[in-house]
């Protein structure tokens, strides 16, 4: 199941579009910063300090525009 992620939450470093990761652990990433933020029991941790790297291939597969994107 695909999370759904509000419109009006963003990145709180740069204010990009967050996309969620799929993997052993629920993220939140931002491909504009290459940051990306863990959810925990559903709620996601948006503080900087606990925010990790993407990693090169991460950012190059988050490139693609998702289907959200497409349709605009």
Known sequence: MKPII?????CPVCKGTL???EGVRQELACPACGLA???RDGIPS???ADARQLTDEERTK???PTPKEEAR
């Open 6 to 10: 509000p419109e009006y939450l963003v």
């Open 37 to 39: 933020f863990e959810v």
């Open 62 to 64: 988050m490139k693609r």
């Open 19 to 21: 996309r969620a990761l």
């Open 46 to 48: 948006m503080i900087r």
